[in-house]
């Protein structure tokens, strides 16, 4: 059980571009669900809470306008990159969790590439 | 500031012995433990969690809780060159969900 799955698993795009990612959590219900973005060689850095219903937890340093999170129903978050630039480039990771002491399950991530 | 501690390595092992990694944390309050793998371009993948002290065996891993000494490790038995890869340990600081804090990892490389 707690399977997450997101799609795409990697895109390339245009610098200018929006890239959205998609994270489903495919076998329970997740109320919140949660961003990372990792750099090569470096840790996981968390961007933001999505929660659903209501408007995400942004942490400090991570631009709303420029990373938008929507999270709609108990299953899917989106993460949409706007204007994607090519130091948005980077390994972007979804998570959740079946309640709040359960460990969080992660997405296979996405490998965005802005040329 | 709540923090979690890894040392980056790398830890290089033999194939065959036992691999320890360790992980210490700042908040007393926190209430349960998590080990995460994390090979090269992938992402992280649950291998053991914990949460009373002692320890917890699960294959060829055990996972050794000690709340009073804010540690928190992972052995690994018999080490193969396929756990090589980066190991992240992650703490749950509080029971809301929204406090779940990261270490830096600890990259483990095992020599055939």
């Known amino acids: 059980g707690a399977v997450v799955s997101q799609h795409p698993s990697r895109v390339i795009c245009k610098s200018g571009t929006s890239v959205k990612i998609e994270c489903r959590s495919l076998?329970?219900?997740?109320?919140?669900m949660f961003w990372y973005r990792q750099f090569p060689k470096q840790s996981l850095m968390l961007m933001a809470t999505?929660?659903?219903?209501?408007?995400?937890?942004?942490e400090q340093g991570v631009e709303k306008d420029k990373f938008l999170i929507n999270h709609a129903s108990l299953t899917l978050s989106t993460l949409t990159v706007t204007s994607a630039h090519p130091e948005d480039s980077s390994f972007y990771i979804c998570?959740?969790?079946?309640?709040?002491?359960?460990?969080?399950?992660f997405g296979n991530g996405t490998r965005l590439t802005v040329t | 500031q709540k923090e979690v501690e890894q040392n980056s390595g790398p830890l290089s092992v033999p194939e065959g012995a036992i691999a320890s990694l360790n992980c210490t944390y700042s908040?007393?309050?926190?209430?349960?433990f998590f080990w995460y793998r994390q090979y090269s371009g992938k992402s992280p993948e649950l291998i053991m969690f914990?949460?009373?002290?002692g320890d917890k065996e699960d294959g060829r891993f055990t996972a050794q809780l000690n709340k009073a000494s804010q540690y928190v490790s992972l052995l690994i038995r018999d080490s193969q060159p396929s756990d090589s890869a980066t190991y992240l340990c992650?703490?749950?600081?509080?029971?809301?969900?929204?406090?779940?804090?990261f270490g830096p990892g600890t990259r483990l490389s095992v020599l055939p």
């Open positions: 998570s959740a969790r079946l309640d709040s002491n359960s460990p969080l399950h």
């Open positions: 076998d329970f219900q997740a109320t919140t």
């Open positions: 999505s929660n659903e219903g209501s408007k995400a937890t942004y």
């Open positions: 908040d007393r309050g926190s209430q349960s």
């Open positions: 914990i949460y009373s002290n």
């Open positions: 992650a703490v749950n600081v509080d029971n809301y969900g929204q406090n779940f804090v």
